[in-house]
T-cell receptor, first 113, second 114 residues
Framework: SAVISQKPSRDICQRGTSLTIQCQVDSQVTMMFWYRQQPGQSLTLIATANQGSEATYESGFVIDKFPISRPNLTFSTLTVSNMSPEDSSIYLC??????????FGSGTRLTVV | AQSVTQLGSHVSVSEGALVLLRCNYSSSVPPYLFWYVQYPNQGLQLLLK??????LVKGINGFEAEFKKSETSFHLTKPSAHMSDAAEYFC????????????FGSGTRLLVRP
């Protein structure tokens, strides 16, 4: 299976600021996915990132709040913009691997104060 | 809309006892089904998956799950619980209109008593 490196692993940020989360995969993948896991809750897909095209956002998520970059087939970033305490969550990136399924990074635990 | 229901937000078992975590899904087409485990302060680890073929799927750490189309279920079992099994477990399904993203259940926290 692929190894996904996600950083930072955790951060505490001031409200109104932005944080960029990086996701690096050790093999080339077509699609990368960004999920949010709010405290005590399940995972919700934020967007799907394809290399060379705009990310596709799920209902309730917008590009201005969660801009995504996908410069190549092994890397993506998710930015959480103009943060508020409600953005405190774990953010996870994921990729789909043939014959294996979906692999997740270890997550970024974000606390907004 | 497709959905995944996990019955029981918390399940408590004694060490050595049978583990049964329930998952039901709604879908009008054969789905892909997954179970993930999340240990404290960690990401998600794939336990097992069902795509096609044999309906009884064996995964890591002694877990297995059976796809029952007639019951729209994909329950996770393990014959004998170990203390290290204490974690959050998520059932997930690919939605009908896409095979490239996952819809997750609300999760079940497994507690293992000594």
């Amino acid at each position: 299976s692929a190894v996904i490196s996600q950083k930072p692993s955790r951060d505490i940020c001031q409200r109104g600021t932005s944080l960029t989360i990086q996701c690096q995969v050790d093999s080339q993948v077509t699609m990368m996915f960004w999920y949010r896991q709010q405290p005590g809750q399940s995972l919700t897909l934020i967007a799907t990132a394809n290399q060379g095209s705009e990310a596709t956002y799920e209902s309730g998520f917008v590009i201005d709040k969660f801009p995504i970059s996908r410069p190549n087939l092994t890397f993506s970033t998710l930015t959480v913009s103009n943060m508020s305490p409600e953005d405190s969550s774990i953010y996870l990136c994921s990729v789909e691997l043939a014959n294996y399924g979906y692999t997740f990074g270890s997550g970024t635990r974000l606390t907004v104060v | 809309a497709q959905s995944v229901t996990q019955l029981g937000s918390h399940v408590s078992v004694s060490e050595g006892a049978l583990v049964l975590l329930r998952c039901n899904y709604s879908s009008s087409v054969p789905p892909y089904l997954f179970w993930y485990v999340q240990y404290p302060n960690q990401g998600l680890q794939l336990l097992l998956k069902y795509t096609t073929g044999a309906t009884l799927v064996k995964g890591i750490n002694g877990f297995e799950a059976e796809f029952k189309k007639s019951e729209t279920s994909f329950h996770l079992t393990k014959p004998s619980a170990h203390m290290s099994d204490a974690a959050e477990y998520f059932c997930a399904v690919t939605p009908e209109d896409s095979s490239y993203k996952l819809i997750f259940g609300s999760g079940t926290r497994l507690l293992v008593r000594p």
